[in-house]
């Protein structure tokens, strides 16, 4: 590992997403057609999707979060997520698995759910 990606003591490094995967732009697509019922903005915006990684097979692994553990929906955004996935074009398989590590904080969100929750 180099210096830069170190971790921080504590804290699991997340892999980075598969950007230059040519799928990887539809699969955001799809992401952010996934809202937490709670809250009007997708969850792609909101930063809850902490990787996205696409292999070679087109097999898609999505790394994710939620607001808080106590989330009324945590067991089914998952399933949202790959049901929003699966359809596309490509994709032979999806994972999708919820993460506690780094925990989720409004830093996370893009300017755009800042924006349109009022933060900003």
Same mark, same amino acid.
């Given at each position: /590992?180099?210096?830069?990606?170190?971790? &921080? +003591?504590? @804290?699991? &490094?997340?892999?980075?997403?598969?950007?230059?995967?040519?799928?990887?732009?539809?699969?955001?697509?799809?992401?952010?057609?996934?809202?937490?019922?709670?809250?009007?903005?997708?969850?792609? +915006?909101?930063? &809850?999707?902490?990787?996205?990684?696409?292999?070679?097979?087109?097999?898609?692994?999505?790394? /994710?979060?939620? @607001?808080?553990?106590?989330?009324?929906?945590?067991?089914? /955004?998952?399933?949202?997520?790959?049901?929003?996935?699966?359809?596309?074009?490509?994709?032979?398989?999806? +994972?999708?698995?919820?993460?506690?590590?780094?925990?989720?904080?409004?830093? /996370?969100?893009?300017?755009?759910?800042?924006?349109? &929750?009022?933060?900003?």
């Amino acid at each position: /590992m180099t210096e830069q990606t170190q971790p &921080l +003591e504590g @804290t699991p &490094l997340i892999a980075p997403s598969s950007t230059d995967h040519p799928l990887y732009e539809q699969v955001v697509e799809a992401c952010r057609t996934v809202y937490d019922p709670e809250i009007p903005v997708n969850i792609y +915006e909101l930063g &809850l999707i902490y990787t996205i990684d696409i292999n070679a097979e087109n097999e898609v692994d999505i790394k /994710m979060s939620l @607001t808080a553990p106590g989330c009324p929906v945590a067991g089914e /955004m998952p399933g949202w997520v790959a049901d929003a996935v699966e359809p596309l074009a490509g994709v032979k398989q999806v +994972e999708v698995a919820l993460v506690w590590e780094p925990p989720w904080g409004m830093d /996370m969100m893009s300017d755009e759910a800042r924006l349109e &929750l009022g933060f900003m």
